[in-house]
């Protein structure tokens, strides 16, 4: 053998002990993929429920606003009615209510008036009376 056939040797042994580095580090790989498609297919076996959970809700959340829905404009309907009948009571009773007030007012300010003014004239009287009998 010559040297020249020894060299082709060892490179051909080289070669293959690349080629077996290679293999190996290949099918590491190739179950690595596996895992990876299998953690794959179980996130998905996992996720329908969970979209079928979350459709489930948002349809009952959508029926829960549109109660909501109803319920607001129900309520402004009400509000709606109360300033109407605020309105009508303002307008029927209000000036009346308000007239038959200040006539009371002004009664009350009249009687109590003229009743400090005899206390006054009456005090006056009793004062001449007490200088006339000195």
Partial sequence: ?????????VAA?????????LA????????????ATVAIRKAHENTDPLLHGASDTITHVNTQLE?????TSNAQTVTGNVSALSSVFTATLGGPLVKTAAL???MSKAIKARRAAKAENGK???RRGRKSRK
């Fill in 1 to 9: 053998m010559s040297a020249g056939q020894i060299a082709a040797l």
């Fill in 13 to 21: 042994g080289a070669f293959v002990l690349l080629v077996l580095f």
């Fill in 24 to 35: 190996i580090a290949l099918v590491k790989l190739g179950r690595t993929l596996d895992e």
């Fill in 67 to 71: 109660r909501v829905d109803g319920i």
């Fill in 104 to 106: 009371s007012y002004g």
């Fill in 124 to 126: 006056h009287s009793l």
